[in-house]
């Protein structure tokens, strides 16, 4: 790709990022973010909370002055004992005289700052509490001796500060902790979770590497263990495909190979010896095309797999009168019954219909007699069944062979690509192992029922469950 100044753009590529680090820091930086938010809104409360009580006990302490002015020596121990504690009291005239404590001086915090609030007060009775200047005051106007005075009350909020200032930094040496435990608590956790992935991955390259024997056992987590199972899955699949594939390689090369060696054979004989022979020439003409046409049900057999399982091929489903269609598939095996002795019977009701594609199953159909043709027991004898049902809905098309029959083990595998039951049989009919599977294929596109029922030593059922519908559909 070419930018418009036409120099090459070179395209990153993004490093991908390790699983356990990114846990690690995910996890770390939520606790620390959490440890933060936590500080704050502990700063906002805590320095609320304090500054609020503050309030209320300098508004305590100032209305139990104002009940002890009635008696000046209980004023003067109050004041005292106030001050202890880190609280001011001032009784002060209205020409802006300290009447009480008596050993008052200007360090103790004068009224300058508060006059304004203090002369808002008009009359006895009336108090305020505010904050300035770094204080929390409590001012009221009271009764003194008979006369109105102003009492001030006042309290340091520094004080509440170094509280809070002290707390804060107990909350960030815990906070600190807290992060170094998190810090501990995700590298351990981080690194519990991707071992097993880091496990699995290192199985995962064996597998990649055509190591079967490799086992995905992680089970501590479910979605893991998931995980490992489908991979295991996935195994087994994989090598039982590479299995099949060097099968159907060794089958196919087998019968590609006969036929191709009798193609050259016969094509020399009529090159150097029935060239001028008719009769001879004729027949090893026909010989030839009769091998040309193996190879081309081998090649297409091959196709047909890989078209049915693409869906490269659409349906054309059509009515079709599926009782002449079978008659039609049986006779094409004619020739076994004339040249080796084959017994077909047949138990076929007239004029059956169905809906499906005509070629698919014929198709169908074929593999099937040709299957049973070549399984069949030492009678050579094949049952092709076409019955409907008792209530006209369904017609099961059926064919039985007499041979030793399948393994209940091997009764699901049988219509997997290349899969041959490991027996010596008859084979007047060639093929790669495909056919079965091309039944497969073509019947679970029609979502028609299928199956077979078997037992050792009494022979095979292949059955197919069709649609029966009116002819003129």
């Keep these: ?28 930086l939520l606790a620390i973010l959490l440890t933060v938010l936590i500080e704050v809104v502990f700063f906002i409360i805590v320095s609320n909370t304090f500054e609020n009580q503050a309030r209320d006990r300098i508004t305590s302490i100032g209305r139990e002055v104002e009940a002890q002015l009635r008696n000046p020596f209980e004023l003067e121990e109050s004041i005292y004992r106030n001050r202890r504690e880190g609280v001011n009291v001032l009784l002060v005239s209205r020409d802006w005289e300290v009447v009480a404590p008596r050993d008052y001086d200007e360090a103790m915090g004068g009224i300058d700052n508060v006059k304004e609030r203090l002369v808002a007060l008009e009359r006895v009775g009336m ?19 008979g006369k109105p005075h102003y009492l001030l009350v006042s309290y340091s909020l520094s004080i509440v500060q170094d509280t809070v200032r002290n707390l804060q ?14 810090f501990l608590v995700s590298s351990v956790f981080s690194s519990k979770i991707t071992s097993g992935l880091k496990t699995m991955s290192d199985s995962a390259v064996r597998l990649a590497k055509r190591d079967y024997k490799v086992e995905f056992n992680n089970v501590d987590y479910q979605e893991l263990a998931k995980l490992s199972d489908t991979l295991n899955y996935v195994r087994d699949e994989v090598k039982k495909s590479e299995d099949f594939q060097r099968e159907i390689l060794a089958n196919v090369t087998h019968d590609l190979k006969t036929p191709l060696t009798m193609i050259k054979a016969y094509a020399s ?67 076994l019954q004339e040249s080796q002795g084959y017994n077909l019977m047949v138990d076929i009701d007239a004029n059956i219909y169905t809906r499906a594609d005509e070629e698919k199953i014929s198709q169908v159909i074929y593999n099937l007699l040709g299957n049973a043709a070549n399984y069949t027991g030492e009678d050579k004898t094949v049952f092709i069944s076409l019955k409907t049902s008792m209530d006209g809905k369904r017609v099961k098309f059926s064919v039985r062979d007499t041979g030793k029959g399948i393994a209940r083990e091997e009764l699901d595998e049988i219509w997997n690509r290349y899969y041959r039951v490991k027996e010596n049989h008859t084979r007047p009919v060639k093929g790669t192992g495909l056919g079965l599977n091309i039944v497969k294929a073509i019947l679970e596109n029609h979502s028609f029922d299928f199956g077979v029922d078997s037992e050792l030593g009494a022979g095979s059922t292949f059955w197919i469950d069709f649609p029966c519908v009116p002819s003129e559909l």
Excluded at 4 to 25: L, T
């Design 1 to 28: 790709m070419k930018s418009d100044g036409g120099q090459k753009e070179i395209k990153k590529i993004k490093k991908p990022k390790s699983v356990s680090g990114a846990m690690w820091r995910y996890f770390v």
């Design 127 to 145: 108090s305020e509490v505010f904050r300035a200047s770094g204080n929390i005051y409590y001012v009221s106007c009271a009764e003194y001796i």
């Design 169 to 182: 930094i107990y909350l960030l040496l815990i906070g600190i902790g807290v992060v170094f435990i998190a």
């Design 269 to 335: 004989m009529i090159k150097e010896i029935s060239g001028d022979d008719k009769v001879k020439r004729e027949k090893h003409i026909q010989v030839i095309i009769d091998e040309a046409d193996r190879l081309t049900g081998l090649v297409n057999d091959v196709l047909s797999v890989s078209k049915l399982q693409s869906n490269i091929d659409a349906l054309n489903f059509k009515v079709f009168n599926l009782t002449e269609l079978v008659y039609g598939i049986i006779n094409k095996f004619g020739y």
